[in-house]
């Protein structure tokens, strides 16, 4: 297959991402990270923030059956998934944290409850996107490719 | 070290990364290895902690997420202060500026807000530049540190006195060994010029640690621990500035601690814990001008001025309304007056301040604490002392700052209002006790905070008080304060009888003061801190007494405030 035309795909992906408010700009300034000594940093990262995250959410989902009503218990982890949002720049997931931490403010068990349901979904289909998307980008050939105008 | 090349600096800067997320920490790393820093990460405070304590000066600069699971970020802040002196900089992905504040607070010398961004790492340099040339410059400096040593040596005494005579005991001898103490420094100040910097290991740290709890706590001196630690080669100087920093640590602590209990509006309302008098603390804390080059001050005229001022204590204490008897209670050492302090220097605010350790050993202050002690019968009075703070780095100096003012402020202070001309002067004042009576200092000290003058910045720290008795004015606070704003504004500094009964005591000197040249603060950030806090708040039932004020509180429809509204207080401290 054509790389040029799979390097166009990613970035039209990417662009779509954004433009539905996936991602911010942080991750570009993840992606520019990537230099010849780190092939796959963007890659890498985002991995591992999906591994990171997902122990958060359990983390989460821990906490709101073992200290039912614990709101400050619950916002401390949501906390610490919001910031590890931030890392790649996952602005809807973020977002999502955030209006948990606003329902945990209000005492809305209910709305906690549904919030971090929104949130477990955006982190799945984020995920879907994001691997779609590098898997785009491996199949368009060395790293750094899509970033950078087709030979 | 990375510095000893000057044109390689910064390339190869010692950076530590601690940060709970896995996810920033490589990212951090990346970004910092871009820079071409050195970089370290580590996942876990505790472990940062450990790393930094085994690899003691194989960090130039730690940067530390502020919320971590095993060590709260401004925890590790306070370790790395006390313990190692290196920058730190703090991040989180919360910029609530109360959360700031307290990084700054507590020492942090820059506070970044994720996600982090490669320019500002880049420029993380300049910590550790600035802390070095702050180095360089103390060291050049020493004509000025024999001055800082002198105005240093007259607070530790006043520790040294408030902590006798808050032990009750032996007042009289302990006072001459204190004395002795400080012309034995003084005299000897010249040839120990430069202060060797003493590296706090965790061995020495806890020998330190050890001596403070076999003295214990309340009867510590540096001069005890000194002999107890018996560590050959370490100065009293060492000690006493360890310990200071050990009780503002301390203090923080406690003060953190309190904080979570009261709620989070109120962070700096210190209440500490079991007084059994009513105690104002004040702590006037300044950041001195170019490495505190004006103190000009020399220990005999400070005495000379407590001279002056001596006769005008035995005045206060006769004056009319003090003088109701039993239940009155003697001002302790209400007499800070600013006015007296002559010191032409650029740190008069300071300087003002110092004198109240003076006061206090002189012989009046010395009957009138015994007259109190006789006076408040059952209730001895305490003081709380604080040292001058003794190391130069500009993030301890920060830290110092326990009473910056608060993120609602209609004036919040910037990091760059210290280096602006006028001195920054913060003062804290804590009273020790009761809720209730909070109210009852509160609106004195409202509107006397609102007449200061811009040029002095002045917070109240804390308040509370409690007593025996049902009413208690703390009227001192109030003119304490008016005293203050003398100072700022080049008028009459009073402080409370002083005001009201001493007329004579006016402000010859105070003008002294304002006009003294304020402009140097910007780059030497050594930092001392007065302890003011011997001024135990003279404590009165008499309803007389309370007419004769300027400012009856009990007037004031504030009095039925909260302890909920008290931040207002630092409000209006910069309005």
């Not at chain 2, 002189?362 to 006789?374: D, Y």
Request: hydrophobic fraction near 35%.
């Amino acid at each position: 297959m054509d790389y040029s035309n799979l390097r166009r795909q990613a970035a039209s992906m990417k662009k779509s991402l954004f433009d539905q408010g996936y991602l911010d700009e942080q991750f570009c300034q993840v992606e520019d990270l990537q230099d010849e000594a780190s092939p796959n940093f963007a890659e890498e990262v985002v991995t591992l923030f999906f591994k990171d995250s997902a122990r958060l959410i359990s983390n989460i989902e821990q906490a709101l059956e073992k200290y039912p009503k614990d709101f400050n218990k619950w916002d401390a982890y949501m906390q610490q998934l919001k910031g590890s949002c931030s890392s790649i720049g996952a602005s809807r997931m973020k977002s999502e944290c955030m209006s948990f931490r606003d329902y945990c403010g209000q005492g809305n068990i209910e709305g906690c409850m549904k919030s971090f349901q929104k949130v477990k979904r955006e982190h799945g289909v984020l995920r879907q996107k994001l691997e779609a998307y590098f898997q785009l980008l491996r199949q368009a050939g060395p790293a750094g490719a899509a970033t950078r105008p087709a030979m | 070290m990375a510095l000893a090349d000057a044109t390689a600096f910064p390339y190869g800067l010692r950076v530590l990364v601690v940060d709970d997320d896995p996810t920033w920490l490589k990212i951090l790393e990346k970004m910092l290895r871009k820079c071409s820093y050195e970089v370290t990460t580590c996942g876990l405070a505790s472990v940062a902690l450990q790393i930094l304590r085994e690899r003691r000066n194989k960090f130039d600069i730690v940067i530390s997420d502020v919320n971590m699971p095993d060590m709260d970020g401004f925890k590790l802040l306070e370790h790395i202060g006390l313990e190692m002196d290196l920058p730190v900089i703090m991040m989180s992905i919360d910029g609530e500026t109360s959360r700031v504040m307290k990084g700054v607070q507590h020492g942090a010398c820059d506070y970044l807000l994720k996600p982090v961004r490669m320019k500002e790492l880049r420029n993380i340099w300049q910590h550790v530049y600035r802390k070095k040339m702050h180095e360089v410059k103390e060291i050049e400096g020493n004509d000025f540190c024999d001055d800082l040593q002198i105005f240093r040596n007259g607070c530790e005494g006043l520790e040294e006195r408030g902590l006798f005579m808050r032990a009750d005991s032996d007042t009289m001898r302990k006072r001459k060994d204190v004395d002795k103490d400080n012309t034995d420094q003084d005299s000897s100040d010249g040839a120990t010029v430069k202060k060797a910097r003493v590296v706090w290991s965790v061995d020495l740290h806890q020998k330190f640690v050890n001596a403070v709890n076999q003295i214990g706590f309340d009867k510590v001196g540096p001069k005890k621990i000194l002999d107890l630690m018996n560590v050959p080669g370490l100065t009293r100087e060492n000690v006493a500035s360890h310990l200071q920093k050990y009780r503002l640590y301390l203090s923080r602590l406690q003060k953190q601690n309190e904080e979570r209990i009261m709620g989070a509006a109120r962070q700096d309302f210190s209440h500490k814990g079991p007084s059994d008098n009513l105690n104002l603390r004040n702590s006037f804390q300044e950041q001195p001008g170019n490495g505190a080059n004006g103190f000009q001050h020399s220990s005999q005229k400070i005495q000379a001025q407590s001279n002056m001022l001596d006769p005008h204590l035995e005045d206060t204490k006769i004056v009319v309304p003090l003088k109701v008897p039993d239940k009155n209670r003697t001002p302790v050492s209400d007499v800070i007056d600013p006015q007296n302090v002559t010191s032409a220097s650029p740190l008069g605010g300071v300087l003002s301040f110092e004198r109240m350790p003076l006061n206090q050993d002189r012989k009046p202050s010395e009957t009138m604490i015994l007259e109190c002690q006789s006076w408040s019968g059952s209730v001895p009075p305490k003081q709380f002392m604080q040292y001058p703070k003794h190391n130069h780095e500009r993030c301890d100096l920060l830290g110092d700052y326990s009473c910056l003012p608060k993120p609602d402020l209609e004036h919040p202070i910037t990091p760059g209002h210290l280096y602006a001309p006028p001195p920054l002067v913060s003062m804290s004042c804590s009273m020790e006790g009761d809720v209730r009576d909070f109210s009852d200092v509160k609106p004195d000290l409202l509107g006397c905070m609102k007449s200061l003058s811009p040029a002095l910045t002045c917070t109240v720290d804390s308040v509370s008080a409690q007593l025996s008795d049902s009413v208690v004015t703390s009227t001192n606070i109030d003119q304490k304060f008016s005293s203050v704003e003398g100072l700022s504004s080049g008028k009459d500094c009073h402080f409370d009888q002083a005001r009201n009964q001493a007329p004579l005591l006016t402000s010859e000197e105070a003008s002294t003061i304002c006009g003294t040249d304020l402009a140097c603060l910007p780059d030497d950030l050594s930092g001392y801190q007065l302890g003011l806090n011997g001024i135990d708040l003279f404590q009165c039932n008499d309803a007389m007494m309370l007419h004769g004020l300027q400012n009856n509180w009990y007037d004031d429809p504030e009095l039925s405030s909260e302890i909920m509204e008290f931040p207002l207080l630092d409000g209006c401290l910069f309005a």
